[in-house]
């Protein structure tokens, strides 16, 4: 039998075949996160996407920063790829007010505190399969900063030997090199003026990229809280700032988000300093405490508050001793988690409801 002859029964051969490449195509599998339990039949594609085939991946701030954790621990860059377009590059908030982003960042940023091994070679996989266009080089900036931190230690200037303070100049330099090397799409996100602030604020030689750092990362995201909050931590007493500049960067966020939000963003950048150990304090600083009540009125008003906002500002309104809004919070508080386990004295509770 001649060439010709075997081509076209092979065509026909070919045309008799059911179309198994379209149909295997047409229910293809997606890939599953691990916390996943929807039925298999709701991971076809195209994917269902009512009744229990909804998904429901980032619930709140707090499980959302949970589950990215969990994915850079054992870590699939196909599931990473799509978190991250999910939540990194994302502008939908939570309703307790925070960006997506933000989760996204944290739970980057917590997990690669003391990054191992495997850390480092789930960014060099990510990186190949998927380049550098996303969040790859804020990663390694992450990764730079954690080295750079491990060498300086968490003790005070005094106890940084010279060879450690040479190390963790120059890895913060690297973090910042490799934040510049980023793709524009990256640079205009929130987390990485985050991170260029968090560099600047310690490298003596970018002080005076500071100033148009935070005008140019609050213009662009006036509503995240955490711009302003790490302008505000590197502005404390500890790195020689003063109390004074903390709260021209508070105002600054209430100015710029007053017509949304009235004063709600007082508490939020103050909490979001607090949260980081700025090893400061409310008591003794320029906080205007009647700004920062009706910060939280403002914002009880505007949001669906969780039980932590309530307890993280009831622990301000008792340092300040001012007994009738630690009830207010705490109730507040208690009204989110009806049956809060009874746990060890708690001085605050105690100022809050006095014995009769």
């Avoid at 701030?61 to 978190?83: H, I, K, M, Q, T």
């Avoid at 999910?86 to 960042?105: H, I, K, N, P, V």
């Avoid at 960014?123 to 996303?134: F, L, T």
């Avoid at 900063?145 to 106890?159: M, V």
């Amino acid at each position: 039998m001649n060439g010709a002859v075997w081509t076209l029964l092979a065509i026909l051969a070919a045309a008799c075949i059911p179309d198994d490449g379209r149909a295997q195509a047409s229910t293809a599998t997606l890939k599953r996160y691990p916390w996943d339990r929807r039925p298999v039949e709701c991971l076809q594609s195209p994917a269902k996407t009512t009744g229990e085939c909804l998904a429901d991946d980032w619930p709140n701030f707090a499980e959302a920063v949970w589950r990215v954790n969990r994915l850079v621990a054992d870590p699939d860059v196909d599931l990473l790829e799509r978190a991250e377009k999910e939540l990194g590059f994302s502008t939908r908030r939570f309703a307790t007010g925070q960006y997506f982003f933000d989760a996204w960042f944290l739970g980057l940023d917590t997990q690669l505190y003391s990054p191992m091994e495997s850390d480092y070679r789930m960014v060099n996989d990510w990186a190949k399969a998927k380049g550098e266009g996303g969040y790859v080089k804020l990663v390694e900036a992450l990764l730079r900063y954690s080295e750079a931190w491990k060498a300086r230690g968490p003790g005070y200037p005094n106890t940084v030997t010279p060879e450690g303070w040479n190390v963790y100049e120059r890895k913060l330099r690297e973090a910042d090199q490799a934040l510049d090397s980023a793709s524009e799409l990256l640079k205009r996100t929130g987390p990485w003026y985050v991170m260029k602030l968090t560099i600047a604020y310690q490298l003596p030689e970018l002080e005076g990229s500071r100033t148009s750092l935070l005008r140019a990362g609050t213009g662009r995201w006036p509503e995240y809280a955490r711009v302003y909050a790490t302008a505000m931590t590197y502005s404390s007493p500890a790195w020689g700032g003063t109390y004074a500049e903390i709260d021209r960067i508070a105002r600054l966020a209430v100015t710029n988000t007053r017509a949304k939000w009235g004063a709600s963003y007082y508490p939020l950048v103050y909490q979001g300093m607090q949260r980081s150990n700025c090893r400061c304090e409310v008591v003794g600083s320029h906080v205007d405490w009647n700004l920062m009540k009706k910060g939280f009125r403002d914002y009880e008003a505007r949001s669906q508050p969780d039980e932590f906002y309530f307890t993280f500002s009831s622990g301000a309104a008792c340092s300040m001793r001012d007994r009738p809004e630690t009830r207010r919070l705490l109730d507040l508080a208690d009204k989110l988690n009806p049956k809060r386990r009874v746990g060890p004295p708690d001085p605050c509770r105690e100022f809050a409801y006095p014995a009769t």
